[in-house]
């Protein structure tokens, strides 16, 4: 069954951790990429990767890393620096970065306390 | 850098009236795509504008390009309750690989 996969769906930390959200991807796509979406707010671009190996800051990526060591995986870190982490992370795969259709995981609910 | 403006933020509409949603960028766009997120869920794919101009129909849906290539525009004809949810337009400018969404009209359609 492909798709993209979000996990855990919930997650709760306390201030000053770092997290590790995972996404992974079986669709053989090669971008991938990481929005924050706050309550009644779009979403915003933290990190975007165009292939493996490579990635780019978006809008938001203060507080933030990303690796692409594998095509079918982008784990986003949210790290303590992060001045206000808690929000709803969605991850997204395409085939062609900015070209072609985005599919989101079902998004990762970060509460930091 | 790549920004596109939404609007409006909010529309409630009565059961069976029409709705509207406007996107607009103050630079080209190689293409807009559009995306439907149900309350408590991710964003659908819904289209991908391509051309100038351009005009797609998927049911009560009409999706539309402008001829500059700076604005687009969801009309949904007959609202019904399964169209609640909010609904993005995004930047897909090929050249930075980036994927920009709007801020989202969110959709209530009273019975």
């Known amino acids: 069954d492909g798709g993209i996969t979000q996990s855990p769906k919930y997650l709760f930390r306390k201030e000053g951790q770092n997290v590790t959200l995972s996404c992974e991807q079986n669709l053989n796509h090669d971008a991938m990429y990481w929005y924050r979406q706050d309550p009644g707010q779009g979403l915003r671009l933290i990190y975007y990767?165009?292939?493996?190996?490579?990635?780019q800051k978006g809008d938001i990526a203060e507080g933030y890393s990303v690796s692409r060591e594998k095509k079918e995986s982008f784990p986003l870190t949210v790290t303590s620096a992060q001045k206000n982490p808690t929000a709803f992370y969605l991850c997204a795969s395409s085939r062609l970065a900015g070209r072609t259709e985005a599919f989101f995981g079902q998004g990762t609910r970060l509460t930091v306390v | 850098g790549q920004q596109v403006m939404q609007i409006p933020q909010y529309q409630h509409v009565q059961e069976g009236e029409d709705f509207t949603t406007y996107c607009n960028s103050s630079t080209t766009l190689s293409n807009i795509q559009w995306y439907k997120q149900r309350p408590g869920g991710h964003p659908v794919f819904l289209i991908q504008l391509v051309k100038s101009g351009e005009v797609k129909k998927q049911k009560r849906l009409t999706f539309q390009f402008g001829e500059a290539k700076k604005n687009s525009s969801l009309h949904i004809t007959a609202t019904q309750t399964t169209d609640v949810g909010t609904y993005f337009c995004a930047d897909g400018s090929g050249n930075t690989g980036k994927l920009i969404f709007g801020q989202g009209t969110t959709l209530q359609v009273k019975p």
């Open positions: 990767s165009q292939i493996v190996n490579d990635f």
